[in-house]
């Protein structure tokens, strides 16, 4: 399995709408062929920090989602709010 992890640090004031299309981009990407999980975490204490935890099938998989139509809407809407991206790509050994 590939497992991608994102941190965003957002404009404080949008965090919430941060929140809002990050939930939607989780409902969507689940819809994908080969999203097998999409979390979406929040900093207790900044809710500014959103932490994203996704696993596919493969990279492939993975490489489909960024040329979705909505990944591209996702990523168009929040570039102005998103002050940093930090973007992992793991492998799953275990289950």
């Known amino acids: 399995m590939f497992v991608v992890t994102v941190l965003f640090e957002v404009e404080r004031s949008d965090a919430s709408a941060f929140l809002q299309r990050a939930l939607q981009q989780a409902e969507d990407s689940l819809r ?51 002050r940093e991206k930090s973007v992992t790509s793991w492998e799953l050994k275990s289950t």
């Open 32 to 82: 994908e062929q080969g999203c097998q999980r999409f979390d979406v975490c929040v900093d207790q204490k900044r809710p500014e920090r959103v932490f994203l935890y996704e696993i596919y099938d493969d990279a492939a998989a993975f490489a489909a989602h960024l040329s979705s139509e909505h990944f591209l809407a996702f990523d168009r809407g929040i570039s102005a709010i998103t």
